[in-house]
């Protein structure tokens, strides 16, 4: 049996070990075969060389990305112990900084996380339309307005509109506070956050201010023609055909526009179908025009929304299962 002891004082040790421990415990069930013990700004391994080399191996990629960042989420700690291809570690370390799309505020690194991710950012790069479709917390929105803010860094735009239908989801607006703006600010609020994550408060306020960057619900975009400019429409299986025809119809020569959206959360009423489902099929073969789908591999979120979106998946097809079991029973029935 072998111990090594690894010195944690270039980071905080509690980003490292995680509230109530709980990162080390993932550390813990990643090795089962070593014994792994805490002590101040220190971690023992002990067991096999074998198994310290791939721990350590780890734990320095860990402490690398902490020494950068400062901070870890347990999804990203989880991602990095779990990432035994080169390309999954690559994703967190800046082996390749050319895949960093933006730099946000205190030297945050925004990149493509997961394999579906790049191949948005690749589909964006050599088409002007892209469909990115796939169930929530995929990184859909944050990665097309990522690229959309690199886009206005490198003035191959000169400004991002970012749109999103005011569906209501399970509340009136009319019962919401305040005025219009105030009532539909909420629904676009996704956006801010991930505009707040990129551009820092005081040029993101002045962007806001000269309307270089612009945030409005879809029924806003009508009439307009959007030229040199970085258009997303989000939530967009809330969206019924004319909407969704009217938004295509609206893009310029000099612009580029991302269409995302998730098939399992359609908020519309019960009577109208969602456009998305048209246009995807409708446009799947025109040149210049991408289609992108995420899945649950590509969930960036916390570590248990995969788990959860795969449950819901599970539920879904037993359901599909019993209604065809149901309707060949009632066929043999007649005859």
């Known amino acids: 049996m072998t111990e090594t002891i690894i010195n944690l004082e270039t980071v905080n040790p509690i980003e490292f070990f995680g509230v109530n421990n709980g990162k080390l415990d993932l550390l813990k069930k990643k090795f089962p075969l070593l014994k792994i013990l805490s002590r101040g700004t220190q971690i023992k391994l002990s067991g096999a060389p074998e198994q310290i080399d791939g721990a350590k191996e780890k734990i320095d990629l ?3 990305y ?3 960042n400062g901070h870890m989420s347990a999804n ?3 991602q990095i112990l779990g990432g035994d291809d080169e390309k999954v570690i690559d994703n967190f370390m800046d082996r390749n900084p050319t895949d960093v799309l933006v730099f946000g505020p205190n ?3 925004i990149r493509a996380r997961t394999a579906n991710q790049k191949l948005m950012v690749e589909a964006c790069d050599k088409n002007d339309i892209l469909f990115a479709i796939g169930p929530a ?12 803010v690199r886009a206005l860094k490198n003035k191959t735009v000169k400004k991002i509109i970012l749109t999103r239908p005011a569906v209501e989801a399970g509340e009136s607006l009319g019962f919401l506070p305040g005025d219009l703006k105030e009532k539909i600010d909420p629904y676009l609020r996704p956006l801010y956050d991930a505009l707040d994550d990129m551009i820092p408060a005081d040029k993101l306020g002045y962007y806001m201010q000269t309307r270089t960057i612009e945030i409005a619900p879809l029924a806003y975009m009508r009439g307009r023609t959007l030229d040199n400019a970085f258009i997303i429409l989000d939530e967009a299986q809330n969206t019924n055909d004319l909407q969704i025809k009217m938004f295509l119809t609206r893009i310029g020569p000099n612009a580029k526009a991302i269409i995302t ?19 995807t099929r409708l446009l799947k073969n025109i040149d210049g025009i991408s289609h992108i789908e995420l899945d ?9 929304v995969k788990q959860i979106i795969k449950a819901y998946n599970k539920d879904d097809a037993k359901k599909v299962e019993f209604k065809l079991e149901e309707e060949n029973r009632h066929k043999f029935e007649k005859k």
Do not use: M, W
Not at 266 to 275: F, R, T
């Open 62 to 64: 860990i402490l690398q």
């Open 66 to 68: 902490l020494e950068r």
């Open 76 to 78: 990203y700690f989880e």
């Open 107 to 109: 030297g945050k690194t």
């Open 137 to 148: 917390g995929t990184g859909k929105t944050y990665t097309a307005v990522a690229l959309a």
């Open 261 to 279: 959206g998730d098939p399992t959360q359609i908020d519309l009423p019960k009577n109208q179908q969602s456009g998305l489902f048209k246009a």
């Open 296 to 304: 649950e591999e590509d969930v960036v979120r916390h570590r248990l």
